[in-house]
């Protein structure tokens, strides 16, 4: 496999804080950052999927990276492409000192970044300086040299209380370079929700407001036909959800089990829990992932049965992927 040198350089702090409305490049996540503990698994549970655009960039080695304010060291086997119509890159950490070693030690994989593409070098550091003063510091950070221009970066240390660490990126020369992701979606699906799982709902929130974020709104709907590992099933779950962006975050409280809310707790601890994709054939949809061997691991159904407002979710057992499940949701047609 050939070997990719990508060369990370510090970034420079800025300067100023910057303070009001929160800046609109929130509303689109540019790309995820997901960490996973076995590429070769990785790439072919998605390529099973459908997921085949895919571009492999070998082992990538991290040079001059600022973790925790000291040099980062390490390597990493670096994949780029799309879950659906997603970008993202899925990395496996190979060792050293850095912020992606230290999340698979800790939580075993998964989603580790939601990253926001800024516009400008100036809104960048703006940003940055904004979130210091608000008490929010750089986890780590850099530039990756492009023949394009410098691709700068930086991962905020909200991980303890936001739950992932919130990410930036800005492409000076408008040229993705090395972190180019194809923008092909054979798959022909479309992510309609990121899904985080908690131990409690409004601290999360508070945090995320005192960052400039909506606050999340509640809600607890009855559920029926309700199934877990194949049995019949009383999970509850209450439902925090922000709704700043194009894709809705849904923050999930469970509040009774079993269930695998739980399950992603004992084994990963708080965090990013799953993609959601929207169909139109609940049953067909759940036998074709069956199949291929992601079968179903939890489900039910939401509203009156049969009237508008109602719909079916079922979460499909993908954590062999990287940590992460996936959702499929069917609405009643209106």
């Not at 800790?106 to 979130?131: C, D, I, N, W």
């Amino acid at each position: 496999m050939r070997q990719v040198l990508v060369r990370f350089w510090l970034a420079a702090l800025p300067l100023a804080p910057l303070f009001g409305q929160l800046p609109d490049y929130y509303r689109t996540v540019d790309r995820l950052v997901w960490v996973v503990p076995d590429m070769d698994a990785t790439v072919a549970g998605l390529k099973k999927l459908g997921f085949t655009n895919l571009r492999d960039q070998g082992e990538v080695e991290l040079e001059w990276t600022a973790f925790r304010a000291r040099p980062a060291s390490g390597t990493m086997r670096l994949v780029s492409g799309r879950f659906a119509d997603v970008a993202v890159h899925w990395l496996q950490p190979l060792g050293g000192s850095n912020a992606f070693q230290e999340f698979l030690e800790k939580k075993g994989g998964g989603v580790f970044s939601l990253m926001h593409r800024v516009p400008t070098k100036e809104a960048y550091e703006q940003e940055l300086a904004r979130l210091k003063d608000l008490g929010v510091g750089v986890l780590q950070s850099g530039f990756v040299e492009s023949e394009g221009g410098n691709i700068y970066y930086a991962f905020l240390d909200t991980v303890a209380e936001g739950k992932y660490s919130l990410g930036l990126v800005h492409f000076s020369g408008g040229d993705e370079g090395p972190l180019f992701v194809p923008p092909e979606n054979p798959s022909g699906r479309r992510v309609t929700q990121y899904a985080f799982v908690v131990r409690e709902l409004e601290p999360v929130s508070a945090y995320w407001a005192r960052l400039g974020f909506p606050a999340m709104s509640y809600t607890e709907s009855p559920l029926h036909d309700r199934r877990y590992r194949g049995q019949p099933a009383a999970f509850e779950m209450r439902l925090g959800w922000q709704r700043h962006g194009k894709i809705p975050y849904e923050w999930i409280l469970s509040l009774k089990g079993p269930d695998i809310y739980r399950e992603h707790l004992e084994k990963h601890g708080e965090g990013f829990h799953h993609l959601a994709f929207s169909v139109q054939d609940m049953d067909a949809e759940i036998a074709e992932w069956t199949r291929l061997g992601f079968p179903e691991a939890m489900s039910g159904g939401w509203g009156e049965k049969g009237k508008p407002g109602s719909g079916r979710f079922a979460y499909m057992d993908t954590h062999a992927l990287g940590g992460v499940d996936v959702e499929l949701l069917w609405s009643y047609p209106k």
